[in-house]
């Protein structure tokens, strides 16, 4: 089974920083591009970045860019995304997926909540 499993969400102040891991089995982590997608409440799901396989190339949203990070590294089967300088309109539930645009796989999610 796939399996994609979050963590490092939490409640940090204005201007914190978080460092969110996932870590992938069931498939071949290293043969996927891997993104973060972020849901707020009461909106949408949100491609908050994305990476290829290699971790050469790499996507964000205009709303995160310079002030988050993705990585992998595919010996441990492990995505990142570090968070810095965050505002409370990061506020969402973060998930990682497989796919870049469309994403077949999902995990099951890690709250960051940041207070004004």
């Known amino acids: 089974d796939v399996q994609l499993q979050a963590s490092g969400g939490g409640l940090v102040q204005t201007g914190g920083s978080l460092r969110l891991s996932c870590v992938a089995s069931?498939?071949?982590?290293?043969?996927?591009?891997m993104s973060w997608v972020r849901q707020a409440p009461g909106k949408g799901p949100e491609r908050v970045s994305t990476?290829?396989?290699?971790?050469?190339?790499?996507y964000y949203a205009d709303s995160v860019k310079g002030r988050f990070t993705i990585s992998r590294d595919n010996a441990k089967n492990t995505l990142y995304l570090q968070m810095n300088s965050l505002k409370p309109e990061d506020t969402a539930v973060y998930y990682c997926?497989?796919?870049?645009?469309?994403?077949?796989?999902w995990g099951q999610g890690t709250q960051v909540t940041v207070s004004s």
């Open positions: 997926a497989t796919g870049a645009l469309r994403f077949d796989y």
């Open positions: 069931g498939f071949t982590f290293g043969d996927h591009d």
């Open positions: 990476i290829n396989t290699g971790g050469g190339s790499t």
